[in-house]
């Protein structure tokens, strides 16, 4: 199986908005482009991916993809993220990958062997839609599609449930991927406090 791997990325300037009763513009930026570079990390270490690729109208978030050896997907001007996932799925099919697995820029948690579970179990099923779902199960945290246009993306509000939907309406059974470290992700400011040391030093440096 060719496994691609995409992640989609606002613009720095409007990235992580919900945490400014928390954190000042600067601190928003580098704790978004903070934890980009830990899913970036973390991708290329799992060694699952056959492309990497940074969906993104942000020119540091591309040349962070740049230095991870990960394709530079540009939005001429930024879509939102459903447009930013139908543009990660052309690119896939483009590559002749069988499967795309989406994952955000906020997950400071991410370890490498939540991709590689992902992935194998893809290898399973030449069809299937593959869900990590948030700590509250309302988000999608990863969505992992084989082949790539399996379904229409629904991220935004209630993003697990559509998917979840979307997938038994195509005649597939979505398969659930729980982990505390991929259900983690970084999106108010009760949530600062689950960020890693490293991650917290950075915005009180």
Known sequence: MKLAIAVPMKPLDRAKARLRPSLGDTSRRFLALKML?????????????????VVSADPTALALAAQYHCER?????????????????????????????????????????????????????????????NTTQTGTNALLLRPPHIIQTAFGPNSFEKHYLAAQKTGIHPILYEAPTIAQDIDWPDDLSQLPPDHLKLLHS
């Open 73 to 133: 997907i540009v939005e001429p001007t930024p879509e939102g993220y459903n447009a930013a996932a139908a543009r990660a799925s052309a690119w896939a099919q483009a590559r002749h990958c069988d499967a795309l697995l989406l994952l955000p820029a906020d997950l400071p948690l991410l370890q490498p062997e939540d991709i590689q579970q992902l992935a194998q179990l893809a290898k399973h099923h030449t069809k299937t839609v593959i869900i990590a779902p």
């Open 37 to 53: 570079d830990h899913v970036l990390s973390t991708i290329q270490a799992s060694h699952a991916a056959e492309a990497c690729g």
